[in-house]
Each structure stands twice: as structure tokens, then as C-alpha cells.
């Protein structure tokens, strides 16, 4: 049997668990830019050729301005509303569990989750990611749209490698037992 491409997650989030607050909004993220750097972003970017995300944050993408920044990768915007190919951006109705299953079995190199919270918790339903690499932002929102949702099947974390930063981010990277 071929092996199978590595599926990974990239994410940040609060200390209290939160992608995104209570209106969506990401700027938490501001409190740790630090000119000169990524926390490993382009390291890890460069292992992957292809991304998958849900609609929502492709949207949210879009209204900071960010056209397509993965412009050298394959890319797969899952969407009940959007279908379709502009570029090398793919719009699919397929369930994210079976668009990585396909995906995974293509030769290439690692297939990157970027998010949001319904495709994560998808694919993690389904122990689909084998791969998360988590920077935890110094903050407690108290609420908004949580990483890791309820219902999640119990599954065995092997921390293979932590990092801390001058500005407060705590860098967490797993495998999947």
C-alpha cells in the first residue's frame, strides 16, 4: 500500500481555547507579531502542497484584503453555497472527510488544514489530522468559536516538540497516537 500524505493542522489560538471571538474576529492574533517572526509558519508551509479550509475562512481571508495566500499551493474551499475552480482555488460541496481521503492518497507532499472550527472538528471526528502543531496566544477571550468542540472522540496526543517566545506564544506540536 502507498503511503499515505500526512494531514496537519497550523493553528492559533487563546489560552482559553478560542479560534476567533465572539464576532468572528481573529486581531488577538495582533498581540504577538513581532517583526522577523512567523513561529515556524514558513518551515511547516514548505512541507505542504495543498490546503484545505472551510468557507468561512477563506471568507474571512478575503475581507482582510488576502486574495489567496496559499498562490503556490493547491487549495480546496469547502462550501455548500460556492462551487467551482478559479485558479488553482477549488470550491467543493464534498464532505471534508472524504475530500481528505481522497486527497491523502495522491502523491504529494503534507496536506494542510487551515481551519475554521466546523472543518477541524470534522476531520478530527473522523481521526483524519495526525499532525497539530498549536500556538497558544497569550489571552482569555471568555468566549467565541471554540478550537476543539464537544463530541470529539478521545484521541492520544504524543507531544514531539514545545517552544516558547519573547512575546508570550507557547508553540505545541503533536502526533496522533
Not at 502523491?107 to 481551519?115: A, L, M
Amino acid at each position: 500500500m502507498a503511503m499515505q500524505r500526512r494531514v496537519s493542522l497550523f493553528i492559533a489560538t487563546s489560552l482559553d481555547g478560542y479560534i476567533a471571538d465572539s464576532n468572528g474576529e481573529i486581531s488577538f492574533l495582533d498581540l504577538v507579531k513581532a517583526d522577523g517572526e512567523d513561529y515556524g509558519y514558513s518551515d511547516f508551509f514548505n512541507t505542504t502542497d495543498t490546503v484545505v479550509l472551510g468557507r468561512k475562512t477563506w471568507d474571512t481571508l478575503q475581507t482582510m484584503g488576502i486574495e489567496n495566500p496559499y498562490a503556490d499551493k493547491e487549495v480546496f474551499v469547502i462550501s455548500r453555497s460556492k462551487a467551482g475552480k478559479s485558479g488553482k482555488v477549488t470550491f467543493t460541496g464534498l464532505d471534508p472527510c472524504a475530500l481528505v481521503e481522497q486527497l491523502r492518497c495522491i502523491p504529494g507532499k503534507g496536506i494542510y488544514i487551515d481551519g475554521g472550527a466546523e472543518t477541524v472538528n470534522t476531520l478530527i471526528r473522523k481521526k483524519l489530522i495526525g499532525h497539530m502543531v498549536i500556538s497558544v496566544i497569550p489571552v482569555i477571550l471568555g468566549g467565541g468559536i471554540r478550537l476543539f468542540g464537544e463530541g470529539n472522540p478521545l484521541q492520544n496526543l504524543k507531544l514531539i516538540n514545545s517552544r516558547s517566545f519573547p512575546t508570550g506564544l507557547v508553540q505545541l506540536e503533536y502526533v496522533v497516537e
